[in-house]
């Protein structure tokens, strides 16, 4: 009962997600995944700008019950040395082989 219950649980989380977000998947094309060492559930998908930054924020906590106070950097600061380091990597080959970048 409890497996069935969990995967009922899971199509409405989901279902709802895709009523309010409209990814640009096919409806019914959403894919739920699993990672596999928290167990958390989350999907791959493609959300227009206009609806995120009508829907969603940066402002949050990391840690609300611990450190309320405490937010990550998610702003793009493009002089930021971890930011450099993307790129570079990005142009590097050992992450690229040849004929295999996707652009």
């Given at each position: ?74 702003e793009i600061v493009t002089d930021a ?21 996707v652009c």
């Amino acid at each position: 009962m409890g497996q069935a219950m969990a995967k009922k649980q899971k199509a409405d989380t989901s279902e709802e997600f895709a009523k309010e977000f409209k990814p640009l998947e096919s409806e019914g094309k959403l894919f739920v995944l699993t990672d596999s060492r928290t167990d958390a559930k989350f999907c791959e998908c493609h959300i227009r700008a206009s609806t995120m930054v009508a829907l969603t924020t940066t402002d949050v906590p990391l840690d609300p019950e611990e450190q309320a106070e405490y937010r990550a950097n998610r702003e793009i600061v493009t002089d930021a040395y971890a930011f450099e380091k993307m790129k570079e990597d990005d142009l590097s080959p050992k992450f690229h082989p040849v004929g295999s970048r996707v652009c």
